[in-house]
């Protein structure tokens, strides 16, 4: 009898130079582990060996984890979350909203769900910059429009 693989993940670590105003990617780490709270713990203690690295080396920057997105679909401790992206519409008396598109994708929480389909969304052909995110919102796996993915 073969075990199912453990759930795989991606942590960004940021970075944040001592005379920048803001952090950037400076690394990702591809991980497994059963569930979210576990995928966390290892991310905090890359983290933390990160930290500690740059502390002996007598460089001053900050470093944070950004995002911890699940690779595999359903994986423990994550929801289906459906993003509605709109665009709005000028008319020579009134603007109209309408909704563009629809992005369902797996996340821990509905901030995270956000982050990833804002840079989900810009790898599509059709990506309009105006397109701004209207609503998250967690549906049942059932109503998911993406089959278990």
């Not at 940021?14 to 950037?24: G, K, N, V």
């Not at 966390?40 to 001053?60: D, F, H, I, Y």
């Not at 996340?107 to 910059?129: F, K, S, T």
Request: with cysteine; aromatic share 8%.
């Amino acid at each position: 009898m073969t075990t199912a693989p453990a759930p795989a993940w991606e942590v960004t670590f940021l970075r944040r130079a001592r005379d920048s105003s803001r952090a950037r990617i400076a690394g990702r780490l591809v991980l497994e582990a059963p569930d979210l709270d576990h995928a966390r713990r290892v991310a905090e203690q890359a983290l933390t060996e990160r930290r500690e690295k740059t502390r002996r080396s007598g460089e001053s920057s900050v470093w944070s984890l950004g995002l911890l997105r699940p690779l595999t679909p359903k994986a423990p401790g994550t929801k289906c979350y459906r993003v509605t992206f709109a665009q709005w519409e000028s008319f020579d008396d009134h603007f109209e909203r309408n909704d563009v598109h629809e992005l369902d994708l797996w996340a821990a929480n509905a901030a995270g769900a956000r982050r990833l389909a804002q840079q989900e969304i810009q790898m599509m052909r059709a990506y309009q910059p105006s397109w701004r995110i209207r609503s998250v919102e967690a549906v049942p796996v059932d109503d998911a429009g993406i089959d278990g993915i």
